[in-house]
């Protein structure tokens, strides 16, 4: 019979191998959907919410306003100090339909650009997925550093800022994080 005690090396072992079980997922889970290109000129960065895209489309399909809050950061890693922030971007994906009409308005804050789209596979993606997004000129990173790139994904249904509260009450939160240095 097993007897995890207090102090035991048991217990210990038993917790290390847990956390290490936790992590390989995570990372694989995160690894599928994340990845960074470094160009001749600017670090570019690819993110895919892992989150229920059942309720989503269960969402959009209903004419529920969703939000996607994106939050990329690249910071400088440093061993004995807080790593060195050097980029931080915040922008968000929102789609509004129009029930009578079976069409979904797709805003990005980014760029200002909005469109319609009859096709609620091609609302989710937006919501869901960046591609090859420019993050920051590689001018700005020293070759040799260890940086780290993450990524945070945060839905939001209904409109957005609509309460003070609502900057407390994070819905579905996803973060993605990876380490790279440049050549």
Known sequence: MWCFKRGSGLWAFAGAVWIALYAAVGDARAAAGFSIEIG????????QWNGDHTSLRRSLEAGIEVSMVWRISVARVRNYWLNDE??????SRHVRADLLARTWLLEDSASGITRTT??????????????HYPVLDRALLSDGELYVLTVAIERQDGAMGEAWWSRFWKQTTLQMQQEFSIP
Do not use: G, N
């Open 40 to 47: 001749p000129q600017v670090v570019y960065c690819a993110a």
């Open 86 to 91: 050097i980029a931080d971007i915040e922008f």
């Open 118 to 131: 009859s096709s609620p596979d091609e609302a989710m993606a937006f919501l869901t997925r960046i591609q």
